[in-house]
T-cell receptor, first 114, second 119 residues
Framework: KQEVTQIPAALSVPEGENLVLNCSFT??????LQWFRQDPGKGLTSLLL?????REQTSGRLNASLDKSSGRSTLYIAASQPGDSATYLC?????????????FGGGTRLMVKP | GAVVSQHPSWVICKSGTSVKIECRSL??????MFWYRQFPKQSLMLMAT?????????EQGVEKDKFLINHASLTLSTLTVTSAHPEDSSFYIC???????????????FGPGTRLTVL
């Protein structure tokens, strides 16, 4: 059974810092990996999706890497801003009879202080 | 594109009543929709996979008679929490997957969630 772990569980940093959020998964047989942002009481916003054949994806100040063999992904946030404060969720998409089930990590709650 | 809506956004009900939550794909057709539950400060847990025109597939530990799922069309899935109790209070999120063979077939698009509070 796939297990996804995110470290740290919570992070508080001053504005302007570069951040690294970590995600690890136990089963390397994944279809792809996705990073989401969730604001309090809200749904999920997809940030980046990395296919299993890719090593990284970039969008603006965000960069996500994937090392499938070691079961790890990192989300790099450059020049953090207070508006980046949210919970960041990592999810891996595996293979099952229902087709590409998503397994979520516990999330990292990020607080960026002005 | 790829917008998913949920209705209602929040609902408060008395213990013992049934609550229906709708999940709609607004600009695409979804043969498969997924229902998740999220307790405070916890991650999303998949409850069931809903396939248009067939019975839903429930995850282990999820009572299919309590959480009724109907996926009657390519744009609508409903989750009915029957005889709700306070322990069913949670944040329910749905997602939808576009139909094959679009490029985004394997990506799920998430709704904004429904906050259920059972008194």
């Amino acid at each position: 059974k796939q297990e996804v772990t995110q470290i740290p569980a919570a992070l508080s940093v001053p504005e302007g810092e570069n951040l690294v959020l970590n995600c690890s998964f136990t089963d390397s047989a994944i279809y792809n990996l996705q990073w989401f942002r969730q604001d309090p009481g809200k749904g999920l916003t997809s940030l980046l999706l990395i296919q299993s054949s890719q090593r990284e994806q970039t969008s603006g100040r965000l960069n996500a890497s994937l090392d499938k063999s070691s079961g790890r992904s990192t989300l790099y946030i450059a020049a953090s801003q207070p508006g980046d404060s949210a919970t960041y969720l990592c999810a891996v998409r595996g293979y099952n009879n229902a087709g590409n089930m998503l397994t979520f990590g516990g999330g990292t709650r990020l607080m960026v202080k002005p | 594109g790829a917008v998913v809506s949920q209705h209602p956004s929040w609902v408060i009900c008395k213990s013992g009543t049934s609550v229906k939550i709708e999940c709609r794909s607004l600009d695409f057709q979804a043969t498969t929709m997924f229902w998740y539950r999220q307790f405070p400060k916890q991650s999303l847990m998949l409850m069931a996979t809903s396939n248009e025109g067939s019975k839903a597939t429930y995850e282990q530990g999820v009572e299919k008679d309590k959480f009724l799922i109907n996926h009657a069309s390519l744009t609508l899935s409903t989750l009915t929490v029957t005889s709700a109790h306070p322990e069913d209070s949670s944040f329910y999120i749905c997602s939808a997957r576009d139909t094959f063979p679009r490029q985004r077939y394997n990506e799920q698009f998430f709704g904004p969630g429904t906050r259920l509070t059972v008194l």
